[in-house]
């Protein structure tokens, strides 16, 4: 046969094997098994410090195309290199195509790349997005991978076989004069298989994350308590977890004398504490949302870890969910009665979005620290790191005290003879785990500052709401700026360096027209 046709058979059965492959993942996927259309960027993200992390995802337009480009150009990638290596085996095996070896094909397509894989891919393996132990999971993901690089395997060697040979009497004989219209029949598959593919594809669009992930919270809907379907909500994850009780564990392990493995049940066993803390993400800007206030009842984090029997050596505790996310936080601060590993928010089980069996609460850090989904507790010595540290980001995760103006909006405009009653002003500020003392607003760009009315105070470890009146003298345009004062005594003031990656702190201010 010659070059050339040997070559186009490889490819044709190749790229038909990187369909189905691909297909066989999606369909994984459905399973909610854990597959490299998503695991890749989870592995290859922690590499990407956050400077050229913030960069990409400006560029691409956020954080959720930012998740489809990496899912979409894997597949691409996925399927140009079935195409290759399917010609460059063509070209290879065209002087005896009907007596390919298996073990030849097996150990190339097959064990090779499985163990480049599991080499590549080590610590993401562990993903289960029902919610599988790590090790389980890690297990499944690799039988899940098998099959795939099998499926692909086979789909080579015996369509490229289909396409160049024919068996006549036992004898094979090459087959050259129709490999146009047998291709066009592996054509037929592989667009079978593309609509397979696309559907699968679209109903995994449907349950993924990218509806809600970065939603905020901000503005005249804000009460002091979020109601848990529109509290802020941020995921590192294409489709999020949705966890199987019954499957489920959670871990306790590292520099501990008692390693153990709970039950959901077994933590009824603990006395549950209830607790009001807001949530802020890190890269919450001073105007924005990405913060909220619940009621989480779980239990204390400390009261597992005296269980466990920490050993010395042991600085941090790192923090585990089933969808691979990792965070650190000191062990002193996991030791406070108010660390907790919460499963109710607002009365009701945790929505599965915000980390359903279990999450960590930590009052006063950053909600990165706050690991949805957990499955895994490690005691470990300081240098334990999780995924966005990994990143770069930090070092400091202690929020800063912020405030914010959510009414009246950014750029309203009001009628100085129209003002039947003086304009209200109001807003939310949150001082950590500090608590808020004090809340002025200024009306001339905070030259001038008046105190606010705190009306409500969700304790220390949440925000406070506040509020006043304001009757403006004269039409112009006016510069609203707010500030709080935490339990501790400390002002909030226009700039403090926090260094690039450790979140915004400063004065938020609006502008409102009032006009004659
Ligand atoms: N397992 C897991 N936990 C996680 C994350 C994640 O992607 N996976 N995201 C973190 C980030 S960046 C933030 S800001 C908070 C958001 O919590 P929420 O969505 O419940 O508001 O969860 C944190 N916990
Ligand atoms: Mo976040």
Request: net charge positive; proline share 11%; no cysteine.
């Given at each position: 046969m010659s070059r050339t046709k040997a070559i186009f058979a490889g490819l044709v059965a190749g790229l038909l094997g990187g369909i189905l492959m691909t297909t066989a993942m999606l369909l994984l996927a459905m399973l909610r098994v854990a597959t490299p259309l998503v695991i890749i960027g989870d592995r290859l993200s922690v590499f990407i410090p956050p400077g050229p992390f913030l960069s990409l995802m400006g560029k691409v337009g956020g954080y959720n195309h930012l998740k489809q480009l990496g899912v979409g150009s894997t597949i691409a990638g996925q399927l140009l290199v079935a195409a290759i290596v399917g010609a460059i085996f063509g070209s290879f095996v065209r002087r005896n195509p009907s007596r390919i070896p298996a073990i030849w094909t097996m150990s190339i397509f097959v064990l090779f790349p499985l163990v480049a894989f599991a080499i590549a891919l080590w610590p993401v393996l562990g993903t289960s997005y029902i919610g599988l132990p790590i090790e389980v999971a890690r297990l499944v993901t690799l039988v899940g991978f098998a099959l795939c690089v099998f499926l692909f395997e086979r789909t080579l060697v015996t369509g490229f076989q289909f396409l160049t040979t024919r068996k006549i009497a036992n004898h094979d004989y090459e087959?050259?004069?129709?490999m146009g219209r047998r291709a066009f029949v592996l054509g037929a598959i592989g667009l079978a298989a593309v609509g397979g593919g696309v559907a699968l594809a679209r109903k995994l669009y449907r349950a993924a994350a990218f509806s809600y992930d970065g939603t905020q919270y901000k503005g005249?809907?804000?009460?002091p308590i979020t109601p848990n379907d529109l509290f802020y909500c941020v995921t590192k994850n294409v489709i999020d977890p949705k966890v199987n009780i019954d499957l489920w564990h959670l871990e306790i392990g590292g520099l501990v004398q008692n390693p153990a493995t709970w039950r959901f049940q077994d933590l009824t066993g603990f006395k549950p504490t209830t607790q009001e803390t807001t949530l802020m993400c890190i890269s919450n800007d001073l105007d924005a949302g990405l913060i909220s206030n619940a009621i989480w009842k779980g239990v204390p984090l400390r009261d597992l870890l005296d269980q466990a029997g920490v050993i010395s050596g042991a600085a941090r505790v790192r923090l585990q969910g089933v969808d691979n996310y990792t965070d650190t936080i000191p062990l002193e601060k996991a030791m406070q009665p108010t660390t907790l590993l919460a499963y109710e928010m607002n009365g009701v089980p945790l929505p599965d979005r915000h980390g359903y069996p279990l999450r960590v609460i930590v009052p006063g850090?950053?909600?990165?620290?706050?690991?949805?989904?957990?499955t895994r507790i490690e005691v470990a010595d300081a240098n334990a790191k999780g995924f966005y540290e990994t990143q770069g980001w930090g070092p400091d995760f202690i929020t800063p005290t912020r405030s914010r103006i959510d009414v009246p909006e950014y750029d309203s405009g009001f009628f100085l003879g129209q003002l039947g009653a003086p304009i209200e002003v109001k807003g939310i500020a949150y001082g950590g785990d500090r608590g808020i003392s004090r809340v002025e607003v200024s009306f001339d760009g905070g030259k001038s500052w008046r105190d606010t009315e705190i009306y409500y105070s969700g304790g220390n470890l949440a925000w406070s709401l506040w509020k006043t009146s304001w009757t403006p003298a004269t039409a112009g345009d006016y510069t609203l700026v707010v500030r709080a004062t935490d339990g501790k005594g400390d002002t909030q003031e226009w700039y403090e360096e926090r260094g690039p990656f450790s979140g915004v702190a400063g004065l938020h201010q609006t502008v409102v027209h009032v006009r004659a």
């Open positions: 087959f050259t004069p129709a005249p809907i804000v009460q850090y950053f909600g990165e620290k706050h690991v949805k989904w957990l």
